[in-house]
């Protein structure tokens, strides 16, 4: 079968690099797609955001699958305009979207469901921040309600920062603080009307958030990754199903919108036990680049399940052993601004069994050239982490350009 995929980032490479490898699927579309995708996939110059001209190219190309990978579309609707031209889609509906486009929404729901999250309250004032701060005391964590591309979230002991955060936004969550290392925890999730919901819990993996060295510096979309856990409780991924994952999807099925796609839970291993920093309605992007090498089941029968509400007559996903590590560089600036159009030098020369993952690149006079704050992915699977790790910083070592930035930590000690 043939499938679009529907983006341009690094997450989107990574899904193309899976289904062009997947013996099930014919020939891999992406729209618009990057330059690291153009030797898997043909590239179509449509925007993700329109929804009828997305589901019109999904229609004209005759693909039986199409995959929807970032956020803005899912929560404007692309989906939905997709499955409503009769081609089955993998992505969220507008309304199941919400989880990840309005954090008051994901609260609310949780809420109902009984799902361990962070105490928080909803704000639209200066005054009900203030009394929220000063309820849950330092630090503060203070989130936009909306989809702010990683930039909503501020977690400081500054109260005047919060406040001022607070007041940039319009309407926030305060929340109080959560403390433990953090583990990103992905559900493939499909739904029919006879049985209900079905998820399958992929493999934990860790993002690593701040720009800098040690968690320090601002919070980024992510700057690397690994996989697997080795450290993490044995029972974590039966315990975030169970008490996470599987009441979250139930209650949108319970509410009239049942959720299809992919159900990111971003956890903190608290004191208190795991606790849901937030959801996403879609592949966490650096995490999906160290999943993916790793997976043993091709992708597209999960996929396509989800999709289509057949999910749990497809095989659960299996995993390979061994790890996988994710570097990525990104651009001067990052991620107050971005640097764009520096030309990138040594993308042939990294060592075998090293992908490098495209996130924000362009061509331009035949050159690769950055085109974005996240710029590449650099990707590798091992024997165990420290192996993966090693051959991963091995490959960034042979790649440059100007003003890139990346931290030298990632997976270190894993
Ligand atoms: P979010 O967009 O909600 O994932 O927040 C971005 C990042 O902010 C998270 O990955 C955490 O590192 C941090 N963060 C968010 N909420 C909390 C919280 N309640 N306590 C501590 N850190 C948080
Ligand atoms: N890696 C964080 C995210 O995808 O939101």
Request: charge should be negative; hydrophobic fraction near 45%; charged fraction near 20%.
């Amino acid at each position: 079968m043939d499938v679009l995929v529907v983006g341009s980032g690094g997450r989107e490479h990574a899904l193309v690099e899976a289904l062009a490898a997947d013996p099930g699927v014919g020939v891999v579309h992406a729209a618009p797609g990057n330059p690291g995708m153009a030797a898997r996939a043909r590239l179509h110059d449509v925007d993700p955001m329109d929804g009828p001209a997305v589901a019109a190219l999904a229609t004209s190309l005759g693909v039986a699958l199409a995959v929807i990978g970032p956020e803005a579309p899912l929560v404007a609707g692309v989906a939905d305009a997709v499955r409503s031209a009769g081609v089955a889609c993998f992505g969220p509906t507008a309304a199941a979207a919400r989880l990840e486009g309005s954090k008051a929404f994901a609260k609310e729901v949780m809420t109902s469901a009984g799902v361990p999250t962070a105490r928080a309250r909803v704000c639209e004032s200066d005054a009900e921040v203030a009394l929220a701060l000063d309820a849950f005391g330092p630090p503060y964590v203070v989130k936009d309600d909306g989809l702010a591309a990683g930039k909503g979230v501020v977690v400081t002991t500054d109260r005047q920062e919060a406040l001022d955060h607070a007041r940039a936004c319009g309407r926030v969550v305060v929340e109080e603080y959560l403390d433990g290392p953090e583990v990103s925890l992905f559900g493939l999730c499909g739904w029919n009307d006879a049985d209900g919901a079905t998820v399958y819990p992929l493999q934990p993996a860790q993002d690593f958030k701040r720009i800098h060295d040690g968690d320090g510096g601002a919070n980024t979309g992510g700057m690397g990754a690994y996989t697997p856990l080795t450290w993490a409780p044995p029972d974590l991924v039966d315990v975030v199903t169970r008490t996470v994952l599987q009441p979250t999807v139930d209650e949108l099925a319970r509410r009239g919108t049942p959720f299809t796609g992919l159900l990111y839970a971003g956890l903190a291993l608290t004191s208190r036990g795991v606790r849901v920093v937030e959801f996403n309605a879609r592949f966490g992007d650096p995490e999906t680049q160290v999943l993916l090498p790793l997976l043993v089941s091709p992708l597209s029968p999960l996929l396509l399940g989800a999709a289509t509400g057949t999910l749990a007559d497809v095989p659960p996903p299996a995993w390979k052993p061994g790890g996988a590590v994710t570097v990525v560089m990104a651009s001067k600036g990052y991620p107050e601004t971005s640097s764009k159009g520096d030309v990138i030098a040594g993308l042939d020369a990294t060592p075998d069994g090293v992908v490098v993952i495209h996130a924000g690149t362009a061509l331009a006079d035949g050159q690769v050239v950055t085109a974005g704050g996240r710029v590449l992915a650099v990707t590798a699977a091992g024997r165990d982490v420290a192996d993966a790790r090693a051959r991963a910083y091995e490959g960034l070592s042979a790649i440059s350009f100007a003003g890139a930035q990346w931290r030298t930590d990632i997976a270190a000690g894993r």
